[in-house]
T-cell receptor, first 117, second 110 residues
Framework: DTGVSQNPRHKITKRGQNVTFRCDPI?????LYWYRQTLGQGPEFLTY????????KSRLLSDRFSAERPKGSFSTLEIQRTEQGDSAMYLC???????????????FGDGTRLSIL | DAKTTQPNSMESNEEEPVHLPCNHS???????IHWYRQLPSQGPEYVIH???SNVNNRMASLAIAEDRKSSTLILHRATLRDAAVYYC???????????FGAGTQVVVTP
């Protein structure tokens, strides 16, 4: 399968612990996005990379959250000192970048479900 | 950013067409209309997009009103696998982030 891959699929941790998720995009895609989805809601945008550069961050991304894409390939999303409200599905998507990018569909992984005890 | 309005849910019988409406009265001239769907326990999946003209692909058709203030996603023959949440999204941001609403839950009955 050459789609977007996310690991782990599920993560259960205690409040206050740090967690890290990984996303492997489709290999030729230079744009990578992170979203968060809570139950019954649509996904919410968190941040976006063009190659290794992080170009936009949502106000939802507090200082406990950090995302990296060190070589412009895979990306990691770390949450420090997790809180109950961080429980959600974390989705990664990738796309080709060309022109304004508005036409390029995003391809999503199946997400990492985070549960905070 | 321009917003979209969709019904919360719609029900269809298997093998019948489904017409999913979306209102976007504040759409700007450069906004593309995108549709994604999300099956249970999966990430969203791209369905179709368009600007002004109607569009067809293997998954669905997109009919766009002449004034572009509304659009309709058409699934020609619903199958049980089409049961999902369908999101209508206007894409104005040049970096391409998607702003999802609550979407329409489509239920397909055999």
């Amino acid at each position: 399968d050459t789609g977007v891959s996310q690991n782990p699929r599920h993560k259960i941790t205690k409040r206050g612990q740090n967690v890290t998720f990984r996303c492997d995009p489709i290999s030729e895609h230079n744009r990578l996005y992170w979203y968060r989805q809570t139950l019954g809601q649509g996904p919410e945008f968190l941040t976006y990379f063009q190659n290794e550069a992080q170009l936009e961050k949502s106000r939802l991304l507090s200082d406990r959250f950090s995302a990296e894409r060190p070589k412009g390939s895979f990306s990691t999303l770390e949450i420090q000192r997790t809180e109950q409200g961080d429980s959600a599905m974390y989705l990664c998507a990738s796309s080709l970048g060309s022109g304004t990018g508005s036409n390029q569909p995003q391809h999503f992984g199946d997400g990492t479900r985070l549960s905070i005890l | 950013d321009a917003k979209t309005t969709q019904p919360n849910s719609m029900e269809s019988n298997e093998e019948e067409p489904v017409h999913l409406p979306c209102n976007h009265s504040t759409i700007s001239g450069t906004d593309y209309i995108h549709w994604y769907r999300q099956l249970p326990s999966q990430g969203p999946e791209y369905v179709i997009h368009g600007l002004t003209s109607n569009v067809n692909n293997r998954m669905a058709s997109l009919a766009i009103a002449e004034d572009r203030k509304s659009s309709t996603l058409i699934l020609h023959r619903a199958t049980l696998r089409d049961a999902a949440v369908y999101y209508c999204i206007l894409r104005a941001d040049s970096w391409g982030k998607l702003q999802f609403g609550a979407g329409t839950q489509v239920v397909v009955t055999p």
